[in-house]
Protein backbone atom coordinates (compact mmCIF):
# COMPACT_ATOMS: atom_id res chain seq x y z
CA UNK A 1 0.00 0.00 0.00
CA UNK A 2 1.55 3.24 -0.95
CA UNK A 3 1.37 6.36 1.61
CA UNK A 4 -0.47 9.59 1.57
CA UNK A 5 2.13 11.18 3.42
CA UNK A 6 6.14 10.98 3.52
CA UNK A 7 6.20 12.06 6.85
CA UNK A 8 9.83 12.39 7.19
CA UNK A 9 10.26 14.95 4.31
CA UNK A 10 7.29 16.63 5.09
CA UNK A 11 9.35 17.02 8.94
CA UNK A 12 12.25 17.95 7.39
CA UNK A 13 10.39 20.47 5.41
CA UNK A 14 8.78 21.85 8.21
CA UNK A 15 11.86 22.35 10.47
CA UNK A 16 13.87 24.62 6.98
CA UNK A 17 10.85 26.75 7.01
CA UNK A 18 10.77 27.30 10.83
CA UNK A 19 14.76 28.19 10.71
CA UNK A 20 14.02 30.32 7.61
CA UNK A 21 11.56 32.18 9.15
CA UNK A 22 13.49 32.30 12.59
CA UNK A 23 17.06 33.72 10.32
CA UNK A 24 14.39 36.30 8.66
CA UNK A 25 13.65 37.76 11.96
CA UNK A 26 17.09 38.17 13.27
CA UNK A 27 17.96 39.44 9.98
CA UNK A 28 14.56 42.26 10.36
CA UNK A 29 16.29 43.20 13.67
CA UNK A 30 19.45 43.57 12.90
CA UNK A 31 18.80 45.31 9.90
CA UNK A 32 16.63 47.70 12.22
CA UNK A 33 19.64 47.91 15.00
CA UNK A 34 22.36 49.29 11.66
CA UNK A 35 19.72 51.75 10.83
CA UNK A 36 18.89 52.99 13.83
CA UNK A 37 22.76 53.22 14.96
CA UNK A 38 23.05 54.91 11.29
CA UNK A 39 20.72 57.07 11.57
CA UNK A 40 22.58 58.41 15.20
CA UNK A 41 25.98 58.33 13.36
CA UNK A 42 24.94 61.09 10.99
CA UNK A 43 23.78 63.38 13.52
CA UNK A 44 26.78 66.08 14.93
CA UNK A 45 27.05 65.60 19.00
CA UNK A 46 25.18 68.50 18.88
CA UNK A 47 22.40 67.66 17.91
CA UNK A 48 21.94 64.25 19.73
CA UNK A 49 22.05 66.50 22.51
CA UNK A 50 19.15 68.71 21.21
CA UNK A 51 17.41 65.57 21.32
CA UNK A 52 18.40 64.09 24.22
CA UNK A 53 19.05 66.05 27.42
CA UNK A 54 17.36 69.80 27.01
CA UNK A 55 19.05 71.12 30.12
CA UNK A 56 22.44 69.71 29.16
CA UNK A 57 21.60 71.34 25.43
CA UNK A 58 20.39 74.70 27.03
CA UNK A 59 24.06 74.92 29.13
CA UNK A 60 26.03 74.35 26.43
CA UNK A 61 24.31 76.76 24.19
CA UNK A 62 24.72 79.59 27.15
CA UNK A 63 28.79 78.53 27.37
CA UNK A 64 28.89 79.03 23.94
CA UNK A 65 30.21 75.92 23.12
CA UNK A 66 27.81 74.10 20.90
CA UNK A 67 29.45 75.49 17.61
CA UNK A 68 32.21 72.89 18.96
CA UNK A 69 30.30 70.43 19.22
CA UNK A 70 28.59 70.82 15.57
CA UNK A 71 31.74 70.67 14.05
CA UNK A 72 33.64 68.56 11.95
CA UNK A 73 36.41 68.11 14.57
CA UNK A 74 35.78 64.91 16.73
CA UNK A 75 35.18 65.20 20.54
CA UNK A 76 34.23 63.14 23.62
CA UNK A 77 31.93 64.71 25.96
CA UNK A 78 31.95 63.18 29.68
CA UNK A 79 28.43 64.82 30.55
CA UNK A 80 28.15 65.52 34.33
CA UNK A 81 25.13 64.24 35.91
CA UNK A 82 21.88 65.80 35.93
CA UNK A 83 21.83 66.63 39.46
CA UNK A 84 25.06 68.61 38.95
CA UNK A 85 24.18 69.95 35.76
CA UNK A 86 21.02 71.28 37.39
CA UNK A 87 23.26 73.03 40.31
CA UNK A 88 25.01 74.93 37.58
CA UNK A 89 21.65 76.55 35.79
CA UNK A 90 21.87 79.88 37.37
CA UNK A 91 25.78 79.96 36.15
CA UNK A 92 27.09 82.84 34.15
CA UNK A 93 28.27 81.77 30.62
CA UNK A 94 31.63 82.56 31.64
CA UNK A 95 31.69 79.71 34.40
CA UNK A 96 29.48 77.38 32.46
CA UNK A 97 32.53 77.40 30.19
CA UNK A 98 35.15 76.92 32.53
CA UNK A 99 33.08 74.18 34.03
CA UNK A 100 31.92 72.32 30.86
CA UNK A 101 35.28 72.42 29.06
CA UNK A 102 36.78 70.33 31.81
CA UNK A 103 34.31 67.86 30.38
CA UNK A 104 35.22 67.89 26.73
CA UNK A 105 38.41 66.24 25.26
CA UNK A 106 39.36 66.50 21.73
CA UNK A 107 39.25 63.00 19.80
CA UNK A 108 36.57 60.17 19.44
CA UNK A 109 36.91 58.00 22.17
CA UNK A 110 34.65 55.11 23.52
CA UNK A 111 35.04 53.39 26.80
CA UNK A 112 37.00 50.50 25.49
CA UNK A 113 39.64 53.21 24.11
CA UNK A 114 40.17 54.51 27.50
CA UNK A 115 43.27 52.59 28.83
CA UNK A 116 43.84 52.44 32.40
CA UNK A 117 46.63 55.36 33.45
CA UNK A 118 46.23 57.29 30.99
CA UNK A 119 45.72 60.76 30.55
CA UNK A 120 43.89 63.55 28.59
CA UNK A 121 43.68 67.03 27.82
CA UNK A 122 40.16 68.79 28.35
CA UNK A 123 39.45 72.24 26.35
CA UNK A 124 40.16 73.68 29.43
CA UNK A 125 44.08 72.77 29.68
CA UNK A 126 43.65 70.02 32.55
CA UNK A 127 44.30 66.77 32.46
CA UNK A 128 41.87 64.14 33.35
CA UNK A 129 43.35 60.42 34.83
CA UNK A 130 41.59 57.23 33.39
CA UNK A 131 41.30 54.01 36.06
CA UNK A 132 39.94 50.90 35.42
CA UNK A 133 38.66 49.41 38.61
CA UNK A 134 36.26 46.03 38.77
CA UNK A 135 34.99 47.16 35.22
CA UNK A 136 34.23 50.24 35.72
CA UNK A 137 35.48 53.56 34.11
CA UNK A 138 36.39 56.14 36.21
CA UNK A 139 37.63 59.45 35.05
CA UNK A 140 39.31 61.55 37.43
CA UNK A 141 37.63 60.01 40.35
CA UNK A 142 33.65 59.92 38.69
CA UNK A 143 32.71 56.95 37.49
CA UNK A 144 30.72 56.76 34.13
CA UNK A 145 27.22 56.06 34.08
CA UNK A 146 26.30 55.50 30.65
CA UNK A 147 28.66 54.79 27.58
CA UNK A 148 29.35 55.13 24.32
CA UNK A 149 26.76 57.42 22.68
CA UNK A 150 27.98 57.69 19.45
CA UNK A 151 27.56 60.57 16.68
CA UNK A 152 29.18 61.09 13.59
CA UNK A 153 31.99 64.03 15.08
CA UNK A 154 32.24 62.26 18.56
CA UNK A 155 30.83 60.16 21.93
CA UNK A 156 28.98 61.21 24.86
CA UNK A 157 29.75 59.53 28.63
CA UNK A 158 26.94 60.19 31.14
CA UNK A 159 29.44 60.85 34.88
CA UNK A 160 27.50 59.67 38.10
CA UNK A 161 29.19 63.49 39.54
CA UNK A 162 31.67 66.00 37.89
CA UNK A 163 35.06 66.54 37.53
CA UNK A 164 36.30 68.83 40.09
CA UNK A 165 37.97 72.18 39.05
CA UNK A 166 41.73 71.93 39.09
CA UNK A 167 43.22 73.48 42.68
CA UNK A 168 45.42 76.08 41.85
CA UNK A 169 47.98 77.57 44.54
CA UNK A 170 48.00 81.01 44.91
CA UNK A 171 51.74 81.89 45.78
Known amino acids: MKRLFDYPKIFLAL ?13 QTFMAEVAATTKVARMSLGEGIAQ ?15 PVLSSSEEHTLFAPSMQVLQQ ?7 QLRAFLEQ ?8 ADELRDGHDLKALSGNNLRICR ?6 VSGVRLKETDQLYANGVWHRLNGAFQPAVTSQL
Open 88 to 94: HAADTPE
Open 52 to 66: KDQLLLDLITKAGLM
Open 103 to 110: HIVKGHLT
Open 15 to 27: VLWLGLQATKTEA
Open 133 to 138: KKGAVI
